[in-house]
Each structure stands twice: as structure tokens, then as C-alpha cells.
């Protein structure tokens, strides 16, 4: 079955340091990952989409790593700010459909 | 920049009532779809469309129909709303049909709803 497990599902920081949040899929075949932001109360917003070929890809202060061989994905936060708090969602297209599959997501907290 | 914009942000109704939720985007996207967001579940799919006229059902389409009558507007109704319905809708849409690599997905706002 074509999954999307991310960990931990939370996460409270403080300001100003750096965390990494774990994706990890059994989707297959496998076309792209994302990483959303959705601040509360609000829709998700685009991060990054990575595809079978890229391993690393940054916007900003968050990189993102892809091992589709391990199928896994992770996404780094350095020098936290307030305004990181938010679910970090993981999603997947398969290769198969033009639908996405999506992580619960990880909730993370920045205190100052 | 208007975007993705969805309406009502907040609805309650009562068991058996019928309601419909209003998308509309201003990017000339093809590609428009419903989400419905659960407490500790991941986005799951209602409906899509690819275009005018096309329309197709994703993972939980029961209790729900919509219509592309236009590029801009996607709505979605609910037939007799039922308590199991109460939950946050987001409606999104995208430039590329097949979400490839370009396809980033534009979410509008949310509704959120509340059956009795």
C-alpha cells in the first residue's frame, strides 16, 4: 500500500536553533516529493518539489534531502524563527496517477 | 493576487442539510481538486478536475459532487451533509494536469464545517 510515514509528530524548539524532520514512503513507482508548510488556520503552501534525480534542494533557510533508493526524505530548518511554527507535510506522487499521497505531518513549535 | 479563493470560511449545518462550497482561482490553472483535512490524517482527495467539463473522483468522493463548468470555478456540494462530513475543505489547483515536477499545488484558504 502506497504510504507516507513522517516522524516525529511533534517537535518543540527554541528560537534560534536547527531541527530535521524525517519522511519516509513505500510509494512506487515514485515521479516527486514535496514539502508543504501550513501555518494554522491556513491552506499549505509550497516548499520544494524534488524529483527521482535531485538529492538536495534549498529555499532559504530549508533544505531538503531525497535518497530514493532508501526512500526517504528529510527537511532541515536552520536558525529557527517564531515564525516556523507550523505542520510540515510530506507528499508523494506516484508515477502511476496524477494523485498525491500525504503525510500526516509534524508539528513544530518555536519558543522563544 | 488573489489566488485560490474559497467560500464560506466557516459553515454549520445540521444532518441532512445541502450545502455548497465555492472555489474560484484567477491563475488560468487546468488542474482543480477538493481536499477535506482531518485531525491526524494526511489531505485526502474528493474530486479533481484536469479541465472545463472533466471532473473525477479521488480517494472519498461519497456524499459529494461537483462541476467545472468553467477554467475559474470548481465547486463543492454536499448532498445531505452527515456528521462524518464535519471537517476543514481546501480547494486547490495547479498549472501542470499531471502534478510533474512544475506541477506546485495553490491551496486556497479553507472552509471549515461543522455538521449537527
Known amino acids: 500500500k502506497n504510504q507516507v510515514e513522517q516522524s516525529p509528530q511533534s517537535l518543540i524548539i527554541l528560537e534560534g536553533k536547527n531541527c530535521t524532520l524525517q519522511c519516509n514512503y513505500t510509494v512506487s513507482p515514485f515521479s516527486n516529493l514535496r514539502w508543504y508548510k501550513q501555518d494554522t488556520g491556513r491552506g499549505p503552501v509550497s516548499l520544494t518539489i524534488?524529483?527521482?534525480s535531485e538529492n538536495t534542494k534549498s529555499n532559504g533557510r530549508y533544505t531538503a534531502t531525497l535518497d530514493a533508493d532508501t526512500k526517504q526524505s528529510s527537511l532541515h530548518i536552520t536558525a529557527s524563527q517564531l515564525s516556523d511554527s507550523a505542520s510540515y507535510i510530506c507528499?508523494?506522487?506516484?508515477?502511476?496517477?496524477?494523485?498525491?499521497?500525504w503525510g500526516a505531518g509534524t508539528k513544530l513549535i518555536i519558543k522563544p | 493576487n488573489a489566488g485560490v479563493t474559497q467560500t464560506p470560511k466557516f459553515q454549520v449545518l445540521k444532518t441532512g442539510q445541502s450545502m455548497t462550497l465555492q472555489c474560484a482561482q484567477d491563475m488560468n490553472h487546468e488542474y482543480m481538486s477538493w481536499y477535506r483535512q482531518d485531525p491526524g490524517m494526511g489531505l485526502r482527495l474528493i474530486h479533481y478536475?484536469?479541465?472545463?467539463?472533466?471532473?473525477d473522483q479521488g480517494e472519498v468522493p461519497n456524499g459529494y459532487n461537483v462541476s467545472r463548468s468553467t477554467t475559474e470555478d470548481f465547486p463543492l456540494r454536499l448532498l445531505s451533509a452527515a456528521p462524518s462530513q464535519t471537517s476543514v475543505y481546501f480547494c486547490a489547483s495547479s498549472y501542470e494536469k499531471t502534478l510533474g515536477s512544475t506541477g506546485e499545488l495553490f491551496f486556497g484558504e479553507g472552509s471549515r464545517l461543522t455538521v449537527l
Open positions: 507528499v508523494v506522487r506516484g508515477d502511476s496517477n496524477y494523485q498525491l499521497i
Open positions: 478536475s484536469v479541465g472545463a467539463g472533466i471532473t
Open positions: 524534488m524529483t527521482f
